[in-house]
């Protein structure tokens, strides 16, 4: 990584300015399948907060040790029908 490389920071502030009257520490980024996508692979949506998702991002890109993408939890429940890779668990739901 060079010293112009974007930090997880520069990557946050970068999605955060489609909403540029909120700072990025209070948004949340939110994936939802697409109308015309859902009968190839049902409603699906997803969110976390925008933060983590760009050290996610980051690690990711500059092959880094950061934040697992299974600690990024749907926000859904396996026991009510959730069968994505990373459903909230009841450890998850008390902590």
């Known amino acids: 990584m060079t010293d112009s490389s974007p930090t997880a920071d520069d990557i946050a502030r970068a999605i955060a300015e489609l909403l ?3 700072p ?4 949340i980024l939110q994936l939802k399948t697409r109308p015309q996508a859902e009968s190839r692979h049902g409603s699906a949506s997803w969110g976390a907060p925008l933060q983590t998702v760009a050290e996610h991002i980051h690690a990711t890109l500059y092959g880094l040790s950061g934040v697992p993408a299974s600690t990024l939890a749907c926000g859904c429940r396996r026991d009510q029908g959730c069968t994505c890779p990373f459903p909230i668990t009841e450890e998850t739901d008390r902590a």
Do not use: I
Request: zero cysteines; proline letters at 14%.
């Open 20 to 22: 540029p009257r909120v």
């Open 24 to 27: 990025a520490k209070d948004l």
